[in-house]
């Protein structure tokens, strides 16, 4: 019997975005930018104690745009995990897509189908984990989220705030036709509800 599943992004979601020198917001560089964001241990850990998968799903074209070597996207993405292990939440499986059509790189200046928007690894995860895509719900922080999941067929949740981009905090606050939350007990409490 397929099961349903918490998909989550990371960056923004997860983990907080970070103020980079540049001063723009951006996914963490190093693993001393790593801040979770508050609450979303509990969010985890809810649907950690009702067995129901939560699987990341995220693009992390850090090493694609030359922003950080591959070992040290690594070492960021463990020790999300262990921060979030260490307050009782475990992701349960982790999707990422590492592409990005403005690569120097040309085995990753692709235009693939796991990159969000498109809903590639949504797809490729359901496969793999005999999940159920519409009793599903994906929380994202981007217009992007939305779309891949939508596309995928999962009911979506926008956790919306204003550590971005201009351009996606405002494409974001204009997005209709999903739930949203401003903070992850209002996540949790819409979460229960869909799931």
């Not at 998909?7 to 923004?12: L, N, S, V």
């Not at 590492?98 to 690569?103: I, N, T």
Request: with cysteine; hydrophobic share 40%.
């Amino acid at each position: 019997m397929k099961k349903k599943a918490l998909f989550i992004d990371r960056d923004g979601v997860i983990n907080a975005m970070f103020m980079q020198k540049d001063g723009f917001f951006d996914s963490p560089q190093n693993k001393g930018q790593i801040r979770l964001v508050e609450n979303i241990e509990k969010v985890i850990g809810w649907a950690n104690s009702h067995t129901i998968p939560v699987i990341e799903i995220s693009n992390q074209p850090g090493f694609a745009l030359g922003k950080m070597n591959m070992e040290t996207l690594e070492d960021i993405e463990n020790s999300i995990h262990n921060q979030l292990a260490k307050k009782g939440a475990t992701i349960d499986a982790a999707y990422r897509c590492f592409h990005h059509p403005k690569s120097q790189q040309p085995e990753f200046a692709i235009i693939c189908d796991c990159r969000k928007p498109k809903p590639g690894l949504l797809l490729r995860a359901a496969r793999e984990h005999d999940i159920d895509l519409e009793s599903s719900v994906m929380i994202g922080d981007n217009v992007t989220d939305m779309e891949a999941a939508k596309l995928a067929g999962c009911a979506t949740l926008l956790f919306v705030h204003d550590n971005d981009l201009p351009k996606k905090v405002e494409a974001n606050k204009a997005y209709q036709g999903t739930h949203t939350a401003k903070n992850h007990k209002d996540t949790l409490k819409i979460i229960k509800k869909l799931l």
